[in-house]
């Protein structure tokens, strides 16, 4: 049969092209059967490729329009498709006329982009997030400010009250400022490990005075136990008091005034023999607590259980992805554990010099 003959030579050529490259690619005849698959391309499928029907198998509407236009016009192609495999992912298809005498073939090549896609996506709610967060204070200032340059010009309490406002929401954009620049800090040196030696037991005993200093309604409630002689922990000071305030003082300030907070800490053995122990510190309120389903999201940027709440305490909505952010450069973990009406409780697991 002649197409045996023709199939013949642009066979081994198609193996050879799709093998050559490291991304699922496939050749297809002038008739959108597969003549040759690489591996990428069989494990994306899950199948045997070579010998079947290409529309059959990439069952998109997109993808076999795509093949026909590059067919007719023979300039190559690329179309972006979701595609369903164990997951729904997003792939950018390409396609091209390769003419081998005496057929010609196509080269079709497949990129996974959901990571730049969901990358894109996050970036654009960033910067939307941040444009929101920045513009209630804007909003409140220039409020402010129209009315000092008006009705209150000369009216002394007034006045007054409106520089409170606005130096509450000057303060307000500044902490946001001072977040966002630590926050990308942050990301700049996170695969760099931390060098330092804190003790755990002082760095918190002193975040407990400080926070006390920093309300009337703080003091005495943090109530720290620590076993005796705990090994120091590998890391940053400043950072890991960041992480430390920022868990006391959500556990102070999203709970009934007067109500206590408990915070342990132990030294948990390895259960791997050869590995390190580890310290554990455990911060428990006796708060409102959180539904299960905002647990995992806590530690996304701006994200609040209680969004009123959250302003109204002066609060920026980036304490826990900060702290999270701290504690993968620490290789350290958090994890959140609470019940509503009963309390919270979150467990801070670091690596002891050993
Ligand atoms: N112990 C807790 N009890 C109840 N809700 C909590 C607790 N810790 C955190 N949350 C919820 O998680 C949200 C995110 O906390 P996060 O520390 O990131 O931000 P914040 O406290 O609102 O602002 P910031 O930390 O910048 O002052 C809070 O707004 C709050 O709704
Ligand atoms: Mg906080």
């Known amino acids: 049969m002649p197409d045996t003959i023709h199939m013949d030579v642009p066979k081994s050529v198609a193996a050879g092209l799709v093998n050559a490259l490291s ?10 059967r597969i003549t040759a698959a690489n591996t990428p391309a069989r494990a994306l499928f899950e199948i045997e490729l070579a010998g079947k029907d290409f529309v059959r198998v990439l069952r998109h509407p997109d993808a076999l329009d795509c093949l026909n ?32 005498p005496p057929e010609d073939i196509i080269l079709v090549t497949l990129a996974d982009v959901s990571a730049e896609i969901d990358a894109e ?4 709610t960033f910067v939307a997030n941040v444009s929101h967060e920045l513009r209630s204070p804007l909003t409140t200032l220039m409020g402010a400010v129209e009315t000092l340059q008006g009705p209150a010009r000369d009216d002394p309490k007034a006045r007054d009250m409106f520089l409170g ?8 954009m500044s902490r946001l400022v001072g977040d966002l620049l630590s926050l990308a800090k942050l990301e700049a040196k996170e695969h760099v ?7 755990i037991t002082a760095l918190i005993k002193s975040v407990i005075a400080s926070l006390e200093a ?33 868990l006391i003082e959500n556990a102070l300030k999203y709970s009934t005034p007067g109500s206590p907070v408990k915070i342990d800490i132990l030294q948990r053995p390895s259960a791997t023999p050869g590995r390190k122990d580890k ?13 299960r389903k905002h647990l995992g999201r806590l530690t996304e940027r701006f994200y ?25 450069r620490h290789r350290g973990r958090m994890v959140f554990d609470s019940k509503v009406g009963v309390g919270t409780r979150v467990t801070v697991t670091l690596n002891i010099i050993g």
């Open 23 to 32: 991304f699922p690619a496939m050749v297809l005849s002038g008739q959108l």
């Open 165 to 172: 406002l606005m130096a509450n929401e000057t303060a307000r």
């Open 121 to 124: 996506r996050s970036r654009s």
């Open 279 to 291: 310290l554990v510190v455990t911060i428990a309120d006796a708060g409102e607590g959180m539904e």
């Open 193 to 199: 490990a931390p060098a330092g030696r804190v003790d």
């Open 69 to 100: 236009r590059v067919v007719q016009s023979g300039e190559p192609e690329t179309v972006t498709m979701e595609l369903r495999f164990t997951t729904r992912r997003t792939f950018e298809l390409s396609a091209g006329l390769i003419t081998l």
């Open 214 to 246: 920093s309300r009337a309604d703080y003091p005495g409630r943090a109530v720290m136990t620590a076993a005796g002689g705990l090994a120091a922990v590998r890391g940053d000071a400043d950072e890991l008091t960041e992480v430390f305030q920022n």
């Open 304 to 328: 609040r259980v209680d969004k009123g709440r959250s302003r109204e305490m002066g609060g920026t909505g980036l304490g826990l992805a900060i702290s999270k952010h701290i504690l993968n």
